[in-house]
């Protein structure tokens, strides 16, 4: 049964930065694509960046784009989220996922079939 724990959350100031942990277990991270999301209270949950199986592209969200780096270790399968600059509006419930889809890219929340925990991002002002 597949299972994927979030870690490396936690507070930080506006533009410092965190790196996010994600280890699956019973899927190899580089069979298909995976994906972090993110919901802040209120809110609705959404994409942030994705990175691709087969070929290790990646995708992120407009606002992430240039700041957050999605990436992965084979060797330790797990994924990474390094996210720098962070501001005040990334402040959310952050959670990693798996896709059983082979088409790129993957956006939708619905399309990946795994989900961990969720780990807190708190960026203060």
């Known amino acids: 049964q597949v299972q994927l724990v979030e870690s490396g959350g936690g507070l930080v100031q506006t533009g410092g930065s965190l790196r996010l942990s994600c280890v699956p277990s019973g899927r190899t991270v580089s069979r298909s694509s995976m994906g972090w999301f993110r919901q802040a209270p209120g809110k609705d949950r959404e994409f942030v960046a994705a990175i691709r199986g087969s070929s290790s592209e990646t995708y992120y969200e407009r606002s992430v784009k240039g700041r957050f780096a999605i990436s992965r270790d084979n060797a330790k399968n797990t994924v990474f989220l390094q996210m720098n600059d962070l501001q005040p509006e990334d402040a959310a419930v952050y959670y990693c996922?798996?896709?059983?889809?082979?088409?790129?890219?993957?956006?939708?929340?619905?399309?990946?079939?795994?989900w961990g925990q969720g780990t807190r991002v708190t960026v203060s002002s």
């Open positions: 996922a798996a896709s059983d889809y082979v088409i790129w890219p993957v956006l939708r929340g619905s399309s990946y079939k795994y």
